[in-house]
């Protein structure tokens, strides 16, 4: 859907064989730089990741430049939108994954794990069961800070702070969810492609990967079932199920997400501290002027 704001954000990824990434990297800096997009694109051997905003014209022809290449004819997008340009500049980095997983064997480009998509997620959860009453559990694949922006309710979070930690933790916990419908999922679906995939190879029987994300499930379904918003890497911080900028903002000094509530300590000053950087004890209106003094 259009919007009246200029700007065009634009998420995806593909796993795909890529094996001459150093090659491309300046072509791909050039023609975004050429376009005045920004952002970030990851190229590895396994396929692409980007996350670039820029106007819509300049974005639609970046798109029509990359699904030139064969490899990316298929390539989907997740768009939003923003009244100002939500990066600071423009990289184009070489990495050996397309998200740290640490376990090469697994290939989503080979076969992907089962896929629902957001609708049928929605009346599964409204029904309490899948459509062969098995009951659903969701299962939260991000690192523990995102989990806190918001979530889907009753969700399993097993508070990992980096994505290599999810195979040992889910092996963990497989007794435990024998009998139950499991979805997985993360804020576009990319960790998912290989999460749902693991679980499939130690023995999970029914395992699902919600197509498309968090982001797709807010664009389709709204806020069912879902409590908060969701954190983005940009300066936007979170978006609600609207699909709308928050108040939720990132601090810049230890990069905690501070939420509107946390906003209000005499321990938040924009852009120097927040409360999670700062010691607790120090909440009296001589310390808190004096933190506020420091940091101006």
């Known amino acids: ?15 795909v064989t890529f094996d001459n990434t150093a090659e491309k990297r300046p072509e791909f800096l050039a023609i975004c730089k050429q376009l005045e ?10 396929g692409i990741n980007l996350f670039l905003a820029g106007l819509r014209e300049q974005i639609d022809q970046f ?8 490899r990316f004819a298929d390539l989907e997008v997740k ?5 100002k340009q939500p990066f600071t500049r423009m990289l184009v980095k070489l990495k050996a994954e397309i998200i740290t997983m640490k376990h090469p064997l697994i290939k989503p480009e080979l076969g992907r794990a089962p896929a629902v998509e957001a609708k049928t997620l929605k009346r599964w959860l409204d029904q309490g069961h899948d459509d062969d009453g098995k009951p659903v559990v969701m299962l939260d694949t991000r690192n523990a800070f995102e989990v806190d922006v918001g979530t889907f309710h009753n969700t399993i979070d097993w508070r990992i702070e980096k994505f290599s930690e999810f195979p040992a933790v889910v092996a ?3 007794d435990a969810l024998a009998d139950k419908t499991v979805v997985t999922f993360c804020t576009g679906g990319i960790r998912c492609e290989k999460a749902a995939i693991r679980m499939q190879n130690i023995g999970y029987e029914s395992v699902y990967q919600l197509e498309g994300g968090i982001l797709k499930y ?15 890497f940009d300066y936007r911080t979170a978006l609600n199920p609207q699909l709308q900028e928050t108040a939720t903002v990132q601090c810049y000094a230890c990069r905690a997400v501070v939420t509107p509530r946390e906003q209000l300590s005499p321990r938040y000053v924009a852009s120097k501290s927040c409360p999670h950087c700062v010691p607790e004890e120090i909440t009296t209106p001589l310390e808190a002027t004096a933190i506020q003094t420091a940091a101006n």
């Open 1 to 15: 859907m259009q919007s009246r704001t200029p700007y065009v954000n634009i998420a995806a990824y593909k796993f």
């Open 37 to 46: 997009l920004k952002g970030t694109i990851l190229l590895t051997p396994e």
């Open 63 to 70: 798109l029509a430049w990359l699904r030139a290449d064969a």
């Open 79 to 83: 768009e939003s939108y923003s009244e």
């Open 172 to 174: 963990e916990h497989k």
């Open 218 to 232: 807010f664009e389709e379904c709204g806020g069912a079932h879902y409590d908060g918003d969701c954190f983005v």
